[in-house]
Nanobody, 125 residues
Framework: QVQLVESGGGWVQAGGSLRVSCAAS????????MGWFRQPPGKEREFVAA????????VYADSVKGRFTISRDNAKNTMYLQMNSLKPEDTAVYYC??????????????????WGQGTQVTVSS
């Protein structure tokens, strides 16, 4: 249906900033709620942020609220996650995901239908 590719991960010092991107192709990106999830080493994948199809509603996990900003550019079929004031506990593989159906909460990863390959974000102290 939709193919997703993340980019922009890297290595940054605590307190620094990074922006990761998610490029979509092969389907109707502008119709989907999109989300970011992350998987820290040795832990399960967890919700980070979500944005509705029009970009009008933004949802964040408490752990990143005030530091991260999710956005999307439907004309470019791209979603972004701007990460500021990064902490070592933000270290994880970051995944973008598409929620192609409306039912279900944005917080639950099982409600997303397509996933990217992930991009590594490492925050050193």
């Amino acid at each position: 249906q939709v193919q997703l590719v993340e980019s922009g991960g890297g290595w940054v010092q605590a307190g620094g900033s990074l922006r990761v991107s998610c490029a979509a192709s092969g389907s109707t990106f502008s119709s989907y709620t999109m989300g970011w999830f992350r998987q820290p080493p040795g832990k399960e994948r967890e919700f980070v942020a979500a944005v509705t199809s029009s970009g009008g509603s933004l949802v964040y996990a408490d752990s990143v609220k005030g530091r991260f900003t999710i956005s999307r550019d439907n004309a470019k079929n791209t979603m972004y996650l701007q990460m500021n004031s990064l902490k070592p506990e933000d270290t994880a593989v970051y995944y973008c995901a598409a929620k192609t159906r409306r039912p279900g909460t944005v917080y639950r990863l099982a409600n997303y239908d397509a996933w990217g390959q992930g991009t590594q974000v490492t925050v050193s102290s």
